[in-house]
């Protein structure tokens, strides 16, 4: 929920390093946004109605792409044919990359994917993926307390913005007639390297129960946008602004956002840029169609 990945970029914020550093990549940078299976007691998202379940992107050099998701978020090659490398989870398919090197680089203005979300089982993983962070130096755009969540953002060698994330237990979620509570506080990355016990593991990657808990996109305009999503699919707006919406369903957070914080009045994206190729949508619902396609360009499948 960052309000710009690129804000990150112009300020020039460097690499983890050390745990102070991480810990100043915080709320100062983040002030104009707001801010799986889940832990145990948390069932969210994957229970509700409709959430996500794979994300595909267009990619100049899938290879170069697919070794940062290894390395930056953990997840490992589940198969590849030709282009496709298809990246996951204790071999659960999340990620495809499909490669086309005579794609442009999306301009960072141009609709389409803000980030990508990966909801990591708890609290615990989510230290030990900043303790890897900190070992690799991995490159960090911002981090904040959600109050719903905890959240680390990145960005992939080709700007796709990605967010590493730990759902806080359900039953601290705030609602008010029907808008759940969030905002941008500042990490708490001692509270969070705090829940790891002496004799704790090391992280290893992604583990099992990492899924794709939300998709955050950018488009032209928000309201229309988010009554798309409502109207069409059934999500519920849970969080509302002007310039941004998060849905659900089945009383998540948000498995859908949509912003126009860097693409306000932005037309139907170029089939020819890399960036967002398809959002998977699963669930129980009866949705009686197969794809969609929304003002942007956004195919949205439903598996």
């Known amino acids: 929920m960052i309000p710009t990945q690129a804000a990150a970029h112009d300020r020039e914020w460097s690499r983890i390093h050390r745990r102070s550093l991480i810990k100043g990549a915080g709320a100062a940078m983040?002030?104009?946004?707001?801010?799986?299976?889940a832990r145990a007691g948390n069932p969210l998202p994957m229970s509700a109605p409709i959430h996500v379940g794979t994300v595909g992107l267009k990619?100049?050099?899938?290879?170069?792409?697919?070794?940062?998701?290894?390395?930056?978020?953990?997840?490992?090659?589940?198969?590849?044919?030709?282009?496709?490398?298809?990246?996951?989870?204790?071999?659960?398919?999340l990620l495809k990359l499909t490669q086309d090197d005579t794609l442009r680089l999306a301009p960072r203005t141009e609709a389409g994917l803000f980030h990508t979300a990966f909801l990591l089982p708890s609290r615990p993983d989510l230290a030990r993926w900043i303790n890897m962070a900190m070992d690799e130096v991995i490159p960090v755009d911002g981090v904040a307390d959600h109050l719903v969540s905890e959240a680390i953002y990145l960005t992939d060698p080709e700007g796709n913005g990605v967010e590493i994330y730990a759902d806080r237990p359900q039953d601290t979620w705030v609602w008010r007639d029907g808008q759940i509570d969030m905002a941008t506080d500042p990490l708490d990355v001692d509270g969070i390297l705090g829940s790891l016990g002496p004799m704790s593991t090391p992280w290893t990657g992604a583990p099992a129960g990492t899924v794709v808990g939300h998709v955050h996109l950018k488009v032209g305009e928000a309201t229309k946008a988010a009554q798309w999503w409502q109207d069409t699919l059934g999500f519920?707006?849970?969080r509302a602004r002007r310039d941004a919406v998060f849905l659900s369903t089945g009383g998540y957070h948000h498995h859908i956002a949509v912003n126009e914080w860097m693409s306000a009045g932005a037309a139907r994206r170029s089939e020819r840029a890399t960036g967002l190729?398809?959002?998977?949508?699963?669930?129980?619902?009866?949705?009686?169609?197969?794809?969609?396609?929304?003002?942007?360009g956004t195919r949205i499948r439903f598996g």
């Open 277 to 296: 190729d398809f959002v998977e949508l699963r669930g129980t619902n009866d949705t009686g169609a197969a794809e969609w396609v929304d003002d942007w």
């Open 30 to 37: 983040l002030t104009a946004g707001l801010a799986g299976t």
């Open 236 to 238: 519920d707006a849970v």
């Open 59 to 93: 990619v100049r050099d899938a290879e170069a792409v697919s070794q940062w998701y290894q390395l930056a978020v953990g997840l490992r090659e589940v198969s590849r044919d030709g282009a496709v490398i298809w990246l996951g989870a204790a071999g659960v398919p």
